[in-house]
């Protein structure tokens, strides 16, 4: 990458802002890259790959411009479940009436509509709750045939065409990658994206099927939105990479009042691991319209922030919002003074997961509490797949954390991790000279002066990923 001009975020949780119609320029791509965006997301739901390609073009301009390494995530639409068409395009659903769902692809009316999905036709019992437009309607099974369901609507209200149905009581025998999702991941794998968003996740399996053809070209992020999945959450946290809590379909599948304790527990479970954690979904939601969030939006911020989430993330607001700058000035602005506050250093050191039981994680805990008790300016890790640096970053140092890999694509992939400042640089065979370019990085980055200290992690033999297990403290000379 070209020479950089000096760029640090004054924060430690990170912040992805979602592309679209509103942020799709290099001029508005590069004022969210300098108000605080450290990773784009680009969701597959909507617009062309040229769409795509053009905006993943961009942000690579901005990045070799910037010197600094940007995220770019990849979020495929998953499996989208949807009644079918009406006759008048819209009806109106009265509560207690009868209503069908059934496989005729003839128009629906008020009495019945065509559920184009078997599968849930099959896996629903007597009883089970289908929610259609986003939870907006809510019915329930009353009889069951091999071709249709028959229901009863608990809340009523209108419902056109096409929309959503959610089956929150019910594990569904469908893959989480459709066909347009592999063609999506083939292009996005192709075109050297750094995070796949696997959607609709219900089962490891979901996880196993997308690692088998994304391998290690990118870092699977698991979107855990289904109940389903909190069912399987360990299962499922040790087969990916990284996490999202989607509040926003979890919400519409749970009670309201269940989700902020499944993103306490997501988030919670993700850091035990030391799996980088994103909380997602209608963080800023007002500033789609508005030039400042409510209060409220701004709590919901700042408790992510508490919790130790490795980043906090834009959707609506960045991507078709009136707002687009504004959203990731302010969510920089929340992030950074919470992190300035007392509390949230308290926070922070009480929630922090024992270390585990294996040499790696031993090193990154004693470059922690080094690190703490000499004010060392930094934490230097060298980190050939991440393995290194994610360690480090699980412990939540006050010190920042510098990581230092020969590979670009690991560079890019901490974009996402918590306290994480990666650099490129070229490799290092010895102790010797990883600490002389650990203390040439801290002073060129603008972490440290000559007599400052740092602490450096490293494993040796280097270039080996996964062997952290040296340790050193320096004094920049």
Excluded at 420 to 425: P, Y
């Amino acid at each position: 990458m070209s020479a950089r001009p000096r760029l640090r975020r004054r924060r430690r949780t990170k912040i992805l802002a979602t592309i679209g119609p509103a942020s799709s320029t290099p001029e508005i791509l590069a004022r969210l890259f300098q108000a605080g965006a450290d990773v784009f997301r680009l969701n597959f739901s909507h617009g062309a790959h040229e769409d795509h390609a053009q905006r993943i073009a961009m942000i690579r301009a901005l990045e070799e411009k910037m010197g600094r390494p940007i995220g770019i995530l990849a979020d495929v639409q998953g499996p989208k479940l949807r009644v079918g068409t009406f006759g008048g395009g819209r009806v109106h659903l009265q509560t207690g009436q009868s209503f069908r769902l059934d496989l005729n692809p003839t128009p629906g009316n008020a009495m019945r509509v065509n559920l184009p999905h078997p599968e849930i036709i099959a896996a629903a019992g007597i009883g089970a709750t289908l929610l259609l437009d986003d939870g907006k309607l809510r019915l329930r099974v009353t009889r069951k045939h091999e071709d249709a369901l028959e229901t009863e609507v608990v809340t009523g209200g209108p419902l056109s065409d096409r929309k959503g149905v959610n089956v929150p009581d019910v594990v569904l025998p469908i893959p989480a990658l459709t066909e347009k999702d592999r063609a999506d991941l083939a292009f996005a794998l192709d075109h050297g994206v750094d995070y796949i968003g696997l959607s609709f996740v219900q089962r490891p399996e979901d996880v196993a099927e997308a690692r088998a053809l994304i391998g290690d070209r990118a870092w699977i992020m698991v979107k855990l939105e289904k109940p389903q999945a909190l069912d399987n959450l360990d299962a499922i946290l040790a087969l990916t990479d990284s996490v999202m809590v989607a509040r926003g379909d979890l919400g519409v599948e749970l009670p309201p009042e269940e989700v902020p304790l499944a993103q306490k527990r997501i988030v919670r479970a993700a850091r035990q691991r030391g799996l980088p954690v994103v909380v997602a979904t209608q963080m800023l939601e007002s500033m789609i319209s508005a030039p400042a969030p409510t209060r409220a939006e701004a709590s919901d911020v700042a408790t992510a922030v508490f919790d130790g989430a490795d980043a906090v993330m834009l959707s609506a607001e960045t991507a078709a919002g009136q707002y687009p700058y504004e959203a990731v000035n302010i969510m920089d602005r929340i992030v950074a003074r919470v992190e300035q506050d007392d509390g949230w250093r308290a926070q922070i050191e009480a929630s922090r997961p024992a270390p585990e039981h294996s040499a790696a994680d031993a090193i990154a805990a004693a470059a922690r509490q080094i690190a703490h008790t000499i004010e060392a300016r930094a934490i230097v890790a060298f980190t050939a797949s991440g393995s290194t640096a994610l360690r480090v970053a699980r412990e939540r140092p006050e010190a920042p954390v510098i990581g230092l890999t020969p590979s670009l694509a690991t560079a890019r992939r901490l974009a996402v991790v918590w306290g994480a400042h990666a650099v490129v640089v070229p490799e290092v065979h010895s102790m010797t000279d990883a600490v002389s370019r650990a203390s040439k990085t801290a002073m060129t980055e603008g972490f440290a002066q000559h007599g400052e200290e740092i602490v450096v992690a490293a494993g040796v033999p280097f270039g080996q990923a996964g062997t952290t297990n040296a340790l050193r403290v320096a004094a920049i000379k």
